[in-house]
């Protein structure tokens, strides 16, 4: 009896994917031994339609806001 198996495969010739742009920004600053910082990825999402794809029934990612502190003891 044969295996099944649920894998799915794409041909690229008949399916294509919009070319998007993809923009992020970082802010960096240091006080005494922190460092913090402010990561925004894939900003463009919020003032357009959200059909990003990566690949063929593959979404990318929403935008992201990230932020953290880099403390350092010994320096």
């Not at 460092?35 to 029934?57: D, Q």
């Not at 990318?60 to 932020?67: E, G, I, M, S, V």
Request: no cysteine; hydrophobic share 35%; aromatic share 26%.
């Amino acid at each position: 009896m044969p295996r099944k198996t649920s894998l799915e495969f794409t041909y690229f010739q008949t399916q294509k994917i919009k070319l998007s742009h993809y923009f992020g920004g970082y802010l960096n600053s240091k006080i005494f031994s922190n460092t913090y910082f402010f990561i925004a990825e894939h900003i463009n999402s919020l003032v357009s339609e959200n059909n990003y794809y990566s690949a063929p029934r593959y979404p990318y990612r929403d935008f992201t806001l990230r932020y953290g502190l880099v403390w350092s003891f010994f320096l």
